[in-house]
């Protein structure tokens, strides 16, 4: 009898959503940084949060403003659930985005908007996304030769480091 009132405790532990609720945010978003990036208001401060496992095109290459328009369209002004969110280096909230069911993350892939970031990602279910987009030529794929986001960036971070030396 003594250990009825322990695991009463450990089943309600074990069954509630506690867990879950401590792993997902729920917030408005604010503003659209890029087509990755987005900016929340969480607890009456806004908040920069860059979506996980994804890399979308940067704001000055072919799709970066699409990319943008489509994140935008897709859930600003509206209420967002963040799942996953740790921070990175820059402070920024890394997640997976819904709106309702939707996941923005799978959304982006599946329109050709994003390449799946395999530097920081090895989920197979976001590079058959990809594999997809890019079978069909949708969004960015419909270029001949896509150069990705992170290659953009460090060609450009060379051109400025040449202007400095």
Not at 45 to 50: A, C, E, I, L, M
Not at 70 to 96: E, M, N, P, Q
Not at 144 to 149: H, Q, R, V, W
């Amino acid at each position: 009898m003594k250990l009825l009132p322990l695991l009463l405790l450990i089943s309600l532990l074990c069954c509630s959503n506690t867990s879950f609720q401590s792993d997902a945010i729920t917030a408005k978003v604010i503003g659209i940084k890029d087509g990755d990036t987005i900016e929340i208001l969480w607890e009456g401060k806004p908040q920069t949060v860059r979506l996980l496992d994804i890399d979308c095109p940067e704001k000055k290459q072919d799709f970066g403003n699409r990319a943008k328009q489509f994140t935008a369209s897709f859930c600003f002004g509206k209420t967002v659930t963040l799942i996953g969110h740790k921070k990175d280096r820059y402070k920024r909230l890394l997640a997976t985005v819904l709106v309702g069911d939707k996941n923005l993350n799978e959304a982006l892939l599946n329109a050709g908007m994003a390449w799946h970031f395999v530097k920081y990602s090895n989920s197979k279910y976001y590079a058959a996304l990809e594999t997809t987009a890019r079978n069909n030529r949708l969004g960015l794929w419909s270029q001949n030769n896509p150069t990705p986001p992170w290659e953009f960036r460090k060609q450009k971070n060379s051109v400025i480091q040449f202007w400095r030396d």
